[in-house]
């Protein structure tokens, strides 16, 4: 029995080792790579240049035109989201009968295991061509079209957790506003969302983690021409649309060209990785208050 302990202690601790080993693994490659791309191409221009020509004769290394449209792309997902996601969340969790949330909930996860090439796909066949009717203007590939879609993707991801941390709100505070003469409407806009916004806070910043690593949507249906804009209605491209690119093969391995994907992976990195630091530390303190 002794021996039996020790060995399952020994493969959890194996599971947890392993997962600690395979992020210092992905840090240490990119940061590597890295180094030698800063040693040819200074890191102010990295972040101040305004064009991002790598694969071009006339070669600018400035990773803003990705950045805006990663942050144009991932903006428009959370502004479709946010509000979808949170009034399911509290129909679900307020006013739905219960054996209809216990069928719709799982449904609506659904849309989380949708391959999000289908989702790409999905974007530049219809709904690029439904918004086309009403924006003559609109460019076929474009950032709305493939923000709107994304949205759709991470609806599940910011419901199911806001409903989570709804129905983790103590019923004494759904009773004590009652008991003061609010209405149902009253309660969960003005006691429990309030109640419940860490835990809300906390699927926003996971769902823009999300957002902002998503790939295959915006290299199908958003266009592979890097622009410093925010112009919705034409075409961008992301970070992770620009490492697609340089990694189908036709650049050169140990070109600087080829190394521009691990400054950009690494940018990424950084900027996922303080939007899940700052999730847990909310999560954190919203947990301790009602423990």
Same mark, same amino acid.
């Given at each position: #029995?002794?021996?039996?302990? =020790?060995?399952?202690? /020994? ?18 490659? @990119? ?11 200074? &890191?102010?221009?990295? /972040? ?38 949170? !009034? &399911?969340?509290?129909? @679900?969790?307020?006013?739905?009968? =219960? ?5 719709? =909930?799982?449904?609506?996860?659904? @849309? ?12 530049? #066949?219809?709904?690029?061509?439904? @918004? ?11 950032? *709305? ?7 759709? #993707? ?6 199911? *957790?806001? $409903?989570?941390? *709804? ?12 008991? #003061? ?6 309660? !969960? ?24 690593? $998503? ?27 620009? &490492? ?13 060209? /080829? ?33």
């Amino acid at each position: #029995m002794r021996f039996r302990e =020790k060995l399952i202690e /020994f493969l959890l601790l194996s599971c947890g080792l392993l997962t600690v080993l395979t992020t210092i693994g992905i840090i240490w490659v @990119l940061a590597v790579q890295a180094v030698e791309f800063f040693r040819v191409v200074y &890191i102010w221009d990295f /972040f101040t240049d305004t064009q991002w020509t790598p694969l071009f004769s006339d070669k600018h290394f400035g990773i803003l035109p990705l950045l805006s449209g990663t942050l144009l792309t991932t903006l428009i997902a959370v502004a479709v989201a946010l509000p979808l996601g949170l !009034v &399911i969340a509290i129909y @679900l969790n307020e006013y739905a009968p =219960k054996g209809f949330r216990t069928t719709v =909930k799982p449904m609506l996860e659904i @849309l989380a295991a949708i391959p999000t090439v289908v989702y790409g796909y999905f974007a530049l #066949m219809t709904v690029t061509p439904f @918004l086309q009717q009403f924006i003559p203007g609109m460019a076929g590939f474009n950032a *709305l079209s493939a923000g709107i879609v994304m949205g759709i #993707m991470i609806i599940p991801l910011i419901s199911s *957790l806001s $409903e989570d941390a *709804l129905y983790a709100v103590p019923k004494s505070l759904r009773e004590a506003s009652y008991g #003061m003469g609010a209405t149902k409407l009253q309660t !969960v806009f003005r006691v429990l969302v309030p109640a419940a916004s860490s835990g809300i806070i906390v699927s926003v910043i996971l769902a823009i983690s999300r957002a902002v690593g $998503e790939t295959m949507i915006v290299a199908v249906a958003a266009g592979m021409q890097p622009r410093l804009t925010f112009n919705p209605l034409v075409p961008i491209e992301t970070i992770t649309t620009f &490492i697609v690119q340089v990694s189908l093969g036709d650049v050169a391995h140990g070109t600087i060209e /080829f190394k521009t994907i691990f400054a950009a992976g690494i940018t990424l990195f950084a900027f996922t990785f303080i939007l899940n630091n700052i999730s847990f530390i909310i999560k954190k303190r919203y947990q301790e208050h009602y423990e």
